[in-house]
């Protein structure tokens, strides 16, 4: 979710589209989205959501 600020509120693992059961990497993944995310801020707009494809390669 993000708010009229620009700022991403919560993310959420889709367990249903993941690939890994390692949840501590899928909460460092949230985590990073979480604080390193930004959309432009419109005032009084409404909640979005939006969805994210993340991979990981080592």
Do not use: C, F, W
Request: glycine share 2%; no cysteine; net charge positive.
């Amino acid at each position: 979710m993000v708010n009229s600020e620009g700022t991403v509120v919560d993310a959420q693992n889709m367990q249903s589209k993941t690939t890994t059961t390692h949840q501590v990497l899928i909460n460092r993944i949230i985590n990073a989205v979480k604080s390193q995310v930004t959309y432009s801020k419109k005032p009084d707009a409404p909640m979005i959501t939006q969805y994210y494809v993340v991979k990981i390669h080592q």
